[in-house]
Nanobody, 124 residues
Framework: QVQLEESGGGLVQAGGSLRLSCAAS????????MGWFRQAPGKEREFVAV????????SYADSVKGRFTISRDSAKNTVYLQMNSLKPEDTAVYYC?????????????????WGKGTLVTVSR
């Protein structure tokens, strides 16, 4: 059983940056693809980014491509989401997810493990 805990959310002005972290425990980190998702008020949860088990492959939603970077540190069992040039429309609760399958995470459905989320608010 994998436990995921997000941190790093907060309030930032438009154009600013934040780095989210997701610490994993209870499982073998290297056997899971890791992803970030977000859910804005009144909207469905959406895919943001995914990184493969070894860290070599990544994929992003078009809305964040070029602004967000996902990475993982196997020594710390942690996945990061570096968010730059933030926009008000990036305001959402951001969730970390894990699954053995990269394609499952990329598809946004059926992940085995989720964190509880961290709130990011981008002001104008």
């Amino acid at each position: 059983q994998v436990q995921l805990e997000e941190s790093g959310g907060g309030l930032v002005q438009a154009g600013g940056s934040l780095r989210l972290s997701c610490a994993a425990s209870g499982g073998t980190f290297s056997t899971y693809a890791m992803g970030w998702f977000r859910q804005a008020p009144g909207k469905e949860r959406e895919f943001v980014a995914v990184v493969s088990r070894g860290g070599s492959f990544t994929s992003y939603a078009d809305s964040v491509k070029g602004r967000f970077t996902i990475s993982r540190d196997s020594a710390k069992n942690t996945v990061y989401l570096q968010m730059n040039s933030l926009k008000p429309e990036d305001t959402a609760v951001y969730y970390c997810a894990a699954d053995p399958s990269y394609n499952t995470v990329r598809g946004g459905r059926g992940m085995n493990y989720w964190g509880k989320g961290t709130l990011v608010t981008v002001s104008r």
